[in-house]
């Protein structure tokens, strides 16, 4: 990935779209339109999941939380710097990663390995993925009837599910 800083948020979204083609498609949202998946959590609501969880208030975690809402879908470390400088933030790549591994030991950030080295970062939220393998497009989507079934399975086993990821990776039916 180049190192280049990208003037305006039209040059690094047409930069990203050749990284991960493809927005994240959440039911009744058009693509490309951004939210936090099912939650719709706010600035302040995250920052208060910060707060309750031990993590002191910054302008540089505000900024990446903001970028995790609004900016690119599952950015890596490097696109959401670079999302961050585009918009005239001042902030180093060392600073999102420590900020970014923070979040996630807190619970308030999840990191995915979609095939790839890099960590995607995403709000954690309740929802599956499904990764088009021929795009790379990541698709959101929540099922209550895989929920449910998955819930079913641990306590027929005996067990009670405290997390879970599912990761469905598929082509388009031609």
């Not at 280049?4 to 930069?15: D, P, V």
């Not at 939650?39 to 302008?59: I, K, V, W």
């Not at 005239?88 to 308030?108: D, I, N, P």
């Not at 990541?138 to 990821?165: C, D, H, T, W």
Request: proline share 3%; hydrophobic share 40%; charged share 25%.
């Amino acid at each position: 990935m180049s190192d280049r800083i990208y003037a305006n948020e039209l040059q690094l979204q047409q930069r990203w779209s050749s990284w991960t083609p493809g927005y994240r498609q959440v039911p009744g949202a058009s693509r490309g339109v951004r939210g936090v998946t099912m939650d719709d959590l706010s600035l302040a609501e995250l920052e208060s999941r910060c707060q309750q969880r031990g993590l002191r208030s910054s302008a540089n975690l505000r900024d990446i939380l903001e970028a995790l809402i609004a900016g690119p879908d599952h950015p890596d470390a490097e696109t959401l710097h670079q999302w961050l400088r585009s918009r005239g933030r001042r902030v180093s790549l060392t600073t999102v990663y420590r900020k970014l591994s923070h979040l996630v030991a807190a619970g308030v950030v999840s990191a995915h390995h979609f095939g790839s080295a890099k960590a995607r970062y995403e709000i954690t939220a309740a929802h599956d993925h499904l990764i088009d393998i021929s795009t790379g497009r990541i698709i959101e989507f929540s099922e209550p009837r895989l929920n449910a079934l998955e819930e079913k399975i641990a306590a027929q086993m005996g067990y009670r599910i405290v997390r879970k990821r599912v990761a469905l990776y598929a082509v388009p039916i031609e």
